[in-house]
């Protein structure tokens, strides 16, 4: 009979005095795939943790139970051999970088399993253009795209992917989850968190339901209750009067020093009462496009004009808050909507989390916080990367609801995203592709 890979009997874990999982056991063996999924903030980040021994060296982080992967405690083992049979990729990827340059941080991966580094392989992940860009300036999809060309070039035995492909466009995610299957056909193991479970059940996995830190479901994957849990067709898009215009940008040109434009010579309108959503593969200048029209970023040539008040809600909402926590963060929302913020907070099932660092909250959680926080401050113009990053189906229908009010009330919206359940909310699209836009009239 083949040993489990992992086996876990969790009794509890968590932070102290804050939130925690309880009762979850588990056992996989080679060849094996389990699936986790649930509401944000269910726990589905913190179960990764424990397992993996990680919890315990975050602040009040704590753990009672088990965890064993071939044999060995996770908790009690050196990091280097852990590293030989872990490969992990975080719900937020920026934190699982190290190297300054992408080459550095693919073969500082290898060299720490003994593996030697072909920099060419790099070809197949979409990175070989990039190998001597900075990691910091990568987007958030090049940068998931980088932690799993290590993961898989260094053979790991057991995966443990947090929302692996929130970020990354849908051939990426196809060939991504095509190359896992061929690992699990090896005899390797994956664990993998995702709101839509659906994307995974070509693998065959077993399912794993978390409600409020506990097990509402563990066995195959049933097809019927993973339905039950999202809302496959959003349609809150209401008819709304899109008459003139709030941002302008004509023939902008832009590039990072030291490297070709990744911007040429776009144009781009978006009218009040506009919701215009923004496509593209990784790297072809979504979150760069955002910056430019923000005046984050100026542009080397071009024009950008706007008629309001802009904000921008970068893809890692803690690059947004000036807070520590959600309360210190809507301190400043204005007195008569004070009545509103508390509605929404209720509605996004934030209202108990108001003091709770904003670091410890999960990824979704701080899009939320990020999102309503914008929508109270009367900003005129959104400039939205990737908001529905992390959040469950139940969470999206209210941040539909968000973006339908701010445009129903002469605002402008502009969101990049690979999602594909936001865009029933687009009333145009424009797709980018090598440095250039072409929209939908």
Aim: glycine share 10%; with cysteine.
């Amino acid at each position: 009979m083949q040993k489990p890979m992992i086996e876990a009997k969790i009794e509890e874990a968590g932070y102290r005095g804050s939130f925690s999982i309880k009762d979850v056991s588990l056992s996989l063996e080679g060849g094996e795939v389990l699936v986790i999924t649930g509401r944000s903030g269910s726990g589905k980040t913190t179960l990764a943790k424990a397992l993996l021994g990680l919890l315990e060296l975050e602040p009040n982080g704590f753990f009672r139970g088990r965890v064993l992967i071939e044999g060995i405690d996770p908790r009690r083992s050196s990091p280097k051999e852990i590293y030989s049979k872990v490969a992990y990729i975080p719900q937020d990827p920026w934190y699982g970088i190290i190297a300054h340059i992408v080459y550095a941080e693919f073969c500082l991966s290898l060299s720490m399993v003994g593996r030697r580094c072909d920099i060419k392989s790099l070809e197949k992940y979409g990175l070989y253009k990039l190998k001597d860009h900075i990691t910091y300036g990568l987007s958030a999809g090049e940068t998931q795209r980088l932690l799993w060309a290590s993961s898989l070039e260094r053979e790991a035995r057991l995966f443990v992917l947090d929302e692996p492909g929130v970020y990354i466009d849908v051939e990426g995610r196809k060939f991504f989850r095509e190359a896992l299957e061929r690992e699990v056909s090896e005899g390797r193991v994956a664990i993998i968190i995702d709101h839509d479970p659906r994307f995974w059940e070509p693998l065959d996995p077993y399912l794993l339901v978390l409600d409020e830190g506990n097990v509402k479901y563990m066995g195959k994957y049933n097809k019927d209750l993973v339905e039950s849990l999202a809302f496959p067709n959003f349609l809150i898009k209401g008819v709304r009067e899109r008459n003139g215009r709030i941002l302008e940008a004509t023939s902008i040109w832009f590039r990072y020093p030291g490297e070709d434009y990744i911007l040429r010579g776009v144009n781009i309108e978006l009218r009040r009462g506009e919701v215009l959503g923004i496509t593209g593969p990784n790297g072809s200048g979504k979150t760069t496009l955002l910056k430019v029209l923000a005046k984050v970023l100026k542009p080397k040539r071009g024009q950008v004009r706007l008629f309001g008040r802009p904000i921008y809600v970068p893809e890692n909402p803690l690059l947004y808050f000036s807070g520590a926590t959600p309360r210190e963060e809507l301190s400043a929302v204005p007195r008569e909507r004070i009545k509103e913020m508390r509605e929404l907070l209720e509605e996004f099932n934030l209202a108990n989390l108001l003091d709770r660092p904003l670091a410890r909250l999960s990824s979704g959680e701080r899009r939320r916080v990020a999102l309503i926080s914008a929508y109270l401050m009367n900003y005129d113009i959104f400039l939205l990367d990737e908001p529905s990053g992390g959040l469950d189906s139940f969470t999206l229908e209210a941040l539909l609801k968000i973006i339908e009010k701010i445009a129903s009330s002469g605002k402008g919206i502009i969101i990049a995203s690979h999602d594909p359940r936001l865009e029933g909310a687009y009333d145009r699209v424009c797709r980018m592709k090598e440095g250039k836009v072409l929209c939908s009239s």
